[in-house]
């Protein structure tokens, strides 16, 4: 089936460093991206839709300028945390649709820790 | 208000015993309905979609219900083991021209020995 990596699964950097998380499809080209983050015993927020080959749709209260996310192939979508704080410690997942509207696969998340 | 509710929010059972998880919503218009269990520290991995036709489905030991009309699902899990610790999370998706999917807040199971 449909396989989503992502890597790394878990980063931790200091303060105002910046974290490259990568999305990759393995076996089937995703135009589109979801990226997600996760706070403890919360559901997943949806942060940015990515489309490859134009501009990243965010969703309100994101900054774009700090969240930084490419799609310049059908196969690699990346999210940079830019100058990280500890507040944006958390655990983010990327999601590609498979299947027309009924599928989703999931990567299987980057847990990262900003000290 | 969340538009997708679920319950309990956490559930304790013993291993080998059934347990059903509600997922409530308001979402409109409706797509489909996808219930995901997610391991602690790993990403949510499907059990179940279903479209609006669409009253039950099973995946091994779990069963999906959905009742459109009243807007509610079930994940029933039938004898339950200790590698069903996970949340189990409801997922809707919304068809407005464009697919937007609205997560519920998860059930969190603990299956005990």
């Known amino acids: 089936g449909a396989v989503v990596s992502q890597h790394p699964s878990w980063v931790i950097c200091k303060s105002g460093t910046s974290v490259k998380i990568e999305c990759r499809s393995l076996?089937?080209?995703?135009?589109?991206m979801f990226w997600y983050r996760q706070f403890p015993k919360q559901s997943l927020m949806l942060m940015a839709t990515?489309?490859?080959?134009?501009?990243?749709?965010?969703e309100q209260g994101v900054e774009k300028d700090k969240f930084l996310i490419n799609h310049a192939s059908l196969t690699l979508s990346t999210l940079t945390v830019t100058s990280a704080h500890p507040e944006d410690s958390s655990f983010y997942i990327c999601?590609?649709?498979?299947?027309?509207?009924?599928?989703?696969?999931f990567g299987s998340g980057t847990r990262l820790t900003v000290v | 208000k969340n538009q997708v509710e679920q319950s309990p929010q956490s559930l304790i059972i013993l291993e080998g015993k059934n347990c059903t998880l509600q997922?409530?919503?308001?979402?409109?218009?409706?797509?489909?309905l996808r219930w995901y269990k997610q391991d602690t520290g790993r990403g949510p991995v499907s059990l179940t979609i279903?479209?609006?036709?669409?009253n039950t489905k099973s995946n091994g030991r779990y069963t999906a219900t959905l009742d459109a009309d009243t807007k509610q699902s079930s994940l029933h899990i039938t004898a339950s083991q200790l590698s069903d610790s996970a949340s189990y999370i409801c997922?809707?998706?919304?068809?407005?021209?464009?697919?937007?999917?609205?997560f519920g807040a998860g059930t969190r199971l603990f299956v005990k020995a």
């Open positions: 997922v809707v998706i919304r068809n407005t021209g464009g697919f937007k999917t609205i």
């Open positions: 999601s590609a649709p498979t299947g027309g509207n009924y599928g989703y696969t």
């Open positions: 076996d089937f080209q995703a135009t589109t």
């Open positions: 990515s489309n490859e080959g134009s501009k990243a749709t965010y």
């Open positions: 997922c409530n919503y308001t979402v409109s218009p409706f797509s489909n």
């Open positions: 279903m479209t609006f036709s669409e």
